[in-house]
């Protein structure tokens, strides 16, 4: 019975601390989310880039997630594989400064944590101070896990069961090695899981050689972590995260080796504490990073012989082709069938959209006219994609499929002509004004010109969140991307204030910018617009939607 009594204590425990890593990189990536590009692409020095992946992974609390972004940023083309790399080591490292923060007993903050999170999280509307309060509920959750771990394992640290494994795992350190690395794998944390391996040393329920092992295993598992949500990726992607792992395997099975050799020989006289064993986690990802950086550009030469990329067709207009269309409108199929079809099409023209967005405001300091062109011919294929779903929504046979399925189908084809029309605010709006500052000397200033970017970064956060909606139909989803929409038009009317603040201040870029500063605002609120337009089909079938914003009875409310 104790042995039961203790796994489920464990499983709770575990859980909860996975749960609350969860809260914390969620309330992060809602509040600053739309910033990460700006902070990773930037160019840097291979140290830099480093440090960016230190800071990003204290943030988030996930090694992992930096690794997410960094290949996500290289299928895009805003990273190279050294900058990539170098800020995916980095990200390990800041992981395990974040151990060592976690790992000090800070139970009476809990409390503060709590009451403080907890207030700003129900009773604050602002969006950021609630994802403060989100982050500071996560943080105490964090403690309150890592408590119950201790906890569980007070009944059974004295039981015969207990010192008889960590005995066996402190003898055969290949096998804590491969333990260690299978739990980092299936908790897809691997600052859960090495909190929990410093926890037990702490508490003297394993030996120090024992967590040792486990530790090196759990940083060796948590590099498979970024392979596996990567692996349908673009192959010039995975590389990073492949380059990773077999950098962290050589590095994890050479200190797995050595320490155990100089732990057995006693040549090492150690305190063998739980915080000694922060101290070599942090210092094993600091000299892997010293050791791989400086080789970056050879490892790039040598994963491109590795994983060659494989040749894509190219559009005439510069970009790659995208895939053809999901639409067949001589095999409409069943509902099911259609509306799954319909699902993918909207996809794929989310994702033209969103190639045309992306560079938009690239193109105002580029001075490529034929940049702005190819963009331009991509709101062609917008537009027979629209074409295309009309035609087929036309032709499904209403009266076979169903009122339900006939209506999501038109709020479907309703979403299309908002991509449409989404498409035509980059083709006909930005680019125009892009090719209006071409061979001019004006210039925005440097607050308008960050306001601008600031903005344009998070509506392509809302992009990705749009796409998600429609392919999830979460509810939770929908009204972050409602709420969001709420944001951007504050922001929109934030900046517009300080333009006209700067104006009257006398500043000679705002004067020569003003006409596309306050243009270009106007089209960023428009494009977000349309594009949050996929939540209010969702929000209103479950009754999350006010019909009006007006006051029906003038006369009550006058009383």
Known sequence: MAIVSFLLSLAGATMLLLFAVRMVRTGIERSF??????????????????????????????????????????????????????IVLGGDLGSALVIQILSFRLDWLVPVLLAVGGYLFVKVEQRKLRQAGRILMGIAFILISLRFLREAMDPIRDSAFLPAIAEYLAQDYLTAFIVGGALAFVMHSSVAAILMCVTLVQIGAIPFSAGLSLVLGANFGSAFIPVWLTRDMDVVARRVPY??????????????????????????????????LVFAH????????????????????????????????????????????????????????????????????????????????????????????????????????????????????????GRDATKTARDMMEYAIRLETAGDVVAKRLCVLARDLQGTEAQFSADGWSELTRLHECILSNLKLASNVLVSDDLES????????????????????????????????????????LETLRALREFNSHIAAVAYPLLYKHGQLLETRLIEDMDAADD
């Not at 880039?49 to 960094?70: H, K, P």
């Not at 950098?247 to 915080?275: D, P």
């Open 33 to 86: 989310g739309a910033s990460f590009q700006r902070m990773m692409t930037a160019k840097r020095g291979a140290l830099s880039n480093s440090a960016a992946g230190v800071g990003l992974a204290i943030v988030l609390q996930s090694s992992a997630a930096v690794a997410l972004l960094a290949t996500g940023f290289v299928t895009a083309g805003y990273l190279q594989f050294p900058a990539a790399l170098a």
């Open 243 to 276: 380059a990773n792992l077999a950098l962290r395997g050589v590095w994890a099975v050479a200190a797995l080796f050595i320490g155990n050799v100089f732990l057995r020989s006693g040549a090492l006289a150690l305190s063998e504490t739980g915080q000694m």
């Open 282 to 401: 942090i210092a094993f990802n600091a000299v892997l990073v010293l050791l791989a950086i400086p080789f970056g550009s050879g490892l790039s030469r040598m994963m491109a012989q590795f994983m060659p990329a494989p040749r894509l067709r190219s559009g005439g207009n510069g970009f790659d082709a995208r895939p053809t269309s999901a639409l067949d409108i001589h095999n409409i199929g069943s509902s099911a069938q259609a509306l799954a079809s319909l699902k993918q099409e909207l996809l794929r023209m989310s994702e033209l959209v969103e190639v045309m967005f992306r560079p938009a405001l690239d193109l105002y300091r580029d001075n490529d006219l034929d940049r702005i062109r190819a963009v331009q011919a991509l709101d062609k294929d917008v537009n027979a994609c629209l074409a295309g779903i009309r035609e087929f929504v036309a032709a499904m046979p209403t009266e076979e499929f």
């Open 478 to 517: 929908a009204r972050i991307l409602s709420l969001e929409k709420t944001e951007v038009k504050r922001a929109e009317r934030r900046s517009r204030k300080r333009h006209l603040k700067r104006l009257q201040t006398g500043m000679v870029e705002s004067f020569e910018t003003s006409d596309i500063h």
